[in-house]
């Protein structure tokens, strides 16, 4: 269920475009923002809220990457760049750290649900490689060391 | 050189609207609004400013296309979906400084006739979405934006537009595709943008580096500009270093520097003192260079001469520990990753290709896997519907022309000939 406030902020998005269709995106980002993940009831009522169809609203939530349709994440989704850049600086034996110290392999989510470890493309950030981003934030100049703190860190 | 797009990184608060006026910021809108339109396109025109993107295009001459008719609506698209790996340049300027891209943006609206600009900026850029919409509110508040812009007839929104994963909306059609709501896929062409862009109407679609370029060009005229760098290339350009150097980081300097100038020079060399193996010299797409190379100025014209291209001016370096079939394999992946799946060749080419470059990687290659790729290659390059699939064989090719014996002893002997 999209709450009313969620609502009056789709619509705030809706103003910027001629088109409805045009705040389909943001309103994705902005129903996943709560639980991490996109559920089908949630594209049903972006659909009748923009004036498009429910398989409109597929498309666009199975296209792009950002969204988790139907796949849930833990409360830390950490996703490791294995891009050129990152893959020269080490990005690998990053990864193979994290599942050891996480108990997961790629693509898993711990037991608790706090943690999903998945592998993402160039986020823009090859000077200060490897790199990796928890939810929003970007992580960056990692070492072994490093990522062990800042997952510590995380209550 | 003096700086001009990189000036008020480092200063504090560099992102705020008060850093940017102090340094000299809405100056060239000032003077830009006094210009008729059409003699600010012949500026840029003058100016020989490429697109910084990617594809090199003339600026002033894209400026131009855009019917002059005022009855018509027009847009300005900012591509911000900064996605070619190895490249961060964009990223820098719209987190340290926003108001230089909004400054060039609100000339650029202005010359074409645009009433409403979109900055499409790439979904996990999160941060920078958000310096971005708080410098918009600056730039409204002090009156920049909006309607009657500093007291003329001139009215101007900017919104940002936050994508969601997915490189291909870096490709200007497919932009627009995903502005309006659907998958990012990249139109037919033409019509081109200029005359049918965004909900049908002319559009320009410029980069944030290229757009951050102009209030310079307005403020200091054309002629100057043009004599930055090279000849046929000039203006300032990011160099967006990673990978084995000591020092990564972005780096402005004249088109044209010798990018053993960049690598040795700005960023101290190789780490360790290790030997150079092969440059990527414009983002994954251009085909790496080895270092018989190195002394090619880095502009469109010598790197397209030695084979390879600008791009997006992303260096990416590897020494003599890299084994280049696997660096194939992590880009192959990458495409295969990202591509669209509206065309056949890309949409199976890239998997396929990816898939023989990691039998090559594990050790598990047949014979004739080499011939496979450089087959496939030949059956993908210029048969797909937009540029990311010839990406994809130019980045394999141009490992293929420098390093065939690397994938050859893969092939022979199911081993990597690289130490590390």
């Given at each position: 269920?999209?709450?009313?406030d969620?609502k009056?902020?789709?619509?705030?998005?809706v103003?910027?475009?001629?088109?409805?269709r045009?705040?389909?995106?943001?309103?994705l980002?902005?129903?996943?923002?709560?639980?991490?993940?996109?559920?089908?009831?949630?594209m049903?009522?972006?659909?009748d809220?923009?004036?498009?169809?429910?398989?409109?609203?597929?498309e666009i939530?199975?296209?792009y990457?950002?969204?988790?349709v139907?796949?849930?994440?833990?409360?830390?989704?950490?996703?490791v760049c294995?891009?050129?850049s990152c893959?020269?600086?080490?990005?690998?034996?990053?990864?193979?750290?994290?599942?050891k110290?996480?108990?997961?392999?790629?693509?898993?989510?711990t037991?608790?649900?706090?943690?999903?470890?998945?592998?993402?493309?160039?986020?823009g950030?090859?000077g200060?490689?490897?790199?990796?981003?928890?939810?929003?934030?970007?992580?960056e100049?990692?070492?072994?060391?490093?990522?062990?703190?800042?997952l510590?860190?995380?209550d | 050189?003096?700086?001009?797009l990189?000036?008020?990184?480092?200063?504090?608060?560099?992102?705020?609207?008060?850093?940017?006026?102090?340094?000299?910021g809405?100056?060239?809108?000032?003077?830009?609004?006094?210009?008729?339109?059409?003699?600010l396109?012949?500026?840029?025109?003058?100016?020989?400013i490429?697109?910084?993107?990617?594809?090199?295009f003339?600026?002033?001459?894209?400026w131009?296309?855009?019917?002059?008719d005022?009855?018509?609506?027009?847009y300005?698209?900012?591509?911000?979906?900064?996605?070619?790996?190895?490249?961060?340049?964009?990223?820098?300027?719209?987190?340290?400084d926003?108001?230089l891209?909004?400054?060039?943006m609100?000339?650029?609206?202005y010359?074409?006739?645009?009433?409403?600009?979109?900055i499409?900026?790439?979904?996990e850029?999160?941060?920078?979405?958000?310096r971005?919409?708080?410098?918009?509110?600056?730039?409204?508040?002090?009156?920049?934006l909006?309607?009657?812009?500093?007291?003329?007839d001139?009215?101007?929104?900017?919104?940002?537009?936050?994508?969601?994963?997915?490189?291909?909306?870096?490709?200007?059609?497919?932009?627009?595709?995903?502005?309006?709501g659907?998958?990012?896929?990249?139109?037919?062409?033409?019509p081109?943008p200029?005359?049918?862009g965004?909900y049908?109407?002319?559009?320009?679609?410029?980069?944030v580096?290229?757009l951050?370029?102009?209030?310079?060009?307005v403020?200091?005229?054309?002629?100057?500009?043009?004599?930055?760098?090279?000849?046929k290339?000039?203006?300032?350009?990011?160099?967006?270093v990673?990978?084995?150097?000591?020092?990564?980081?972005?780096?402005?300097l004249?088109?044209?520097t010798?990018?053993?100038?960049?690598?040795y020079?700005?960023?101290?060399?190789i780490?360790?003192?290790?030997?150079l193996?092969?440059?990527?010299?414009?983002?994954?797409?251009?085909?790496?260079?080895?270092?018989?190379?190195?002394?090619?100025?880095?502009?469109?014209?010598?790197?397209?001469?030695k084979?390879?291209?600008?791009?997006?001016?992303?260096?990416?370096?590897?020494?003599?520990?890299t084994?280049?079939v696997?660096?194939a394999?992590?880009?192959?992946?990458?495409?295969?990753?990202?591509?669209?799946?509206?065309?056949?060749?890309?949409?199976?080419?890239?998997?396929?290709?990816t898939?023989?470059?990691?039998?090559?990687?594990?050790?598990e290659?047949?014979?004739?896997?080499?011939?496979?790729?450089?087959?496939?290659c030949?059956?993908?390059?210029g048969?797909?519907?937009?540029?990311?699939?010839?990406?994809?064989?130019?980045?394999?090719r141009g490992a293929?022309?420098?390093?065939?014996?690397e994938f050859?002893?893969?092939?022979?002997n199911?081993?990597?000939?690289?130490?590390?």
């Amino acid at each position: 269920m999209l709450s009313e406030d969620l609502k009056k902020e789709i619509e705030a998005e809706v103003k910027k475009y001629p088109t409805r269709r045009s705040a389909v995106m943001a309103a994705l980002t902005m129903a996943q923002l709560d639980k991490g993940r996109v559920t089908a009831e949630d594209m049903r009522e972006v659909a009748d809220l923009l004036g498009i169809n429910p398989v409109d609203v597929h498309e666009i939530g199975t296209f792009y990457t950002m969204y988790n349709v139907e796949r849930p994440v833990g409360k830390y989704h950490i996703q490791v760049c294995w891009n050129i850049s990152c893959s020269l600086l080490g990005a690998e034996h990053l990864i193979e750290h994290i599942e050891k110290l996480l108990g997961i392999k790629l693509g898993e989510t711990t037991p608790d649900k706090k943690f999903t470890l998945t592998t993402v493309e160039c986020l823009g950030s090859c000077g200060t490689a490897p790199m990796m981003q928890i939810n929003d934030d970007y992580y960056e100049n990692l070492t072994g060391e490093r990522v062990e703190e800042i997952l510590k860190g995380l209550d | 050189m003096e700086k001009i797009l990189l000036k008020n990184v480092g200063k504090p608060d560099s992102h705020r609207i008060d850093t940017y006026l102090a340094g000299g910021g809405y100056k060239a809108l000032e003077k830009a609004l006094t210009i008729k339109p059409e003699m600010l396109i012949q500026m840029v025109k003058d100016s020989s400013i490429k697109g910084r993107g990617g594809a090199g295009f003339p600026a002033g001459l894209k400026w131009s296309f855009i019917p002059k008719d005022p009855g018509l609506s027009k847009y300005l698209c900012c591509n911000a979906d900064e996605g070619e790996p190895g490249t961060y340049k964009d990223r820098g300027i719209i987190e340290n400084d926003p108001h230089l891209l909004i400054e060039g943006m609100i000339i650029t609206s202005y010359a074409i006739g645009a009433k409403n600009a979109y900055i499409y900026i790439r979904g996990e850029f999160v941060f920078g979405r958000l310096r971005l919409e708080e410098a918009i509110k600056e730039a409204y508040e002090k009156g920049y934006l909006g309607r009657n812009i500093l007291g003329t007839d001139f009215s101007l929104d900017i919104y940002v537009h936050a994508g969601a994963g997915a490189y291909i909306c870096g490709e200007e059609t497919a932009l627009l595709e995903s502005l309006e709501g659907f998958r990012g896929q990249p139109r037919r062409k033409p019509p081109f943008p200029a005359l049918s862009g965004l909900y049908g109407k002319p559009t320009v679609i410029n980069n944030v580096e290229t757009l951050s370029c102009i209030p310079a060009i307005v403020e200091k005229g054309p002629d100057w500009f043009a004599k930055i760098g090279s000849e046929k290339s000039p203006g300032p350009k990011i160099f967006c270093v990673s990978g084995h150097v000591k020092n990564p980081g972005l780096y402005e300097l004249p088109l044209g520097t010798p990018l053993r100038e960049i690598i040795y020079t700005h960023c101290g060399g190789i780490r360790d003192d290790k030997k150079l193996k092969a440059v990527i010299p414009g983002g994954v797409s251009a085909p790496m260079l080895s270092e018989a190379d190195l002394d090619t100025p880095m502009d469109f014209e010598n790197l397209a001469a030695k084979g390879s291209m600008l791009g997006s001016g992303a260096v990416v370096v590897m020494d003599e520990t890299t084994c280049i079939v696997k660096a194939a394999y992590i880009i192959m992946r990458f495409f295969s990753h990202e591509s669209c799946g509206k065309c056949t060749p890309c949409r199976c080419g890239t998997p396929w290709l990816t898939q023989i470059l990691k039998k090559l990687e594990d050790g598990e290659s047949r014979p004739g896997d080499v011939k496979e790729l450089e087959r496939l290659c030949t059956n993908i390059f210029g048969r797909t519907f937009c540029p990311l699939g010839d990406g994809a064989v130019m980045s394999l090719r141009g490992a293929l022309k420098h390093f065939r014996d690397e994938f050859v002893y893969h092939e022979e002997n199911k081993k990597c000939m690289v130490a590390s």
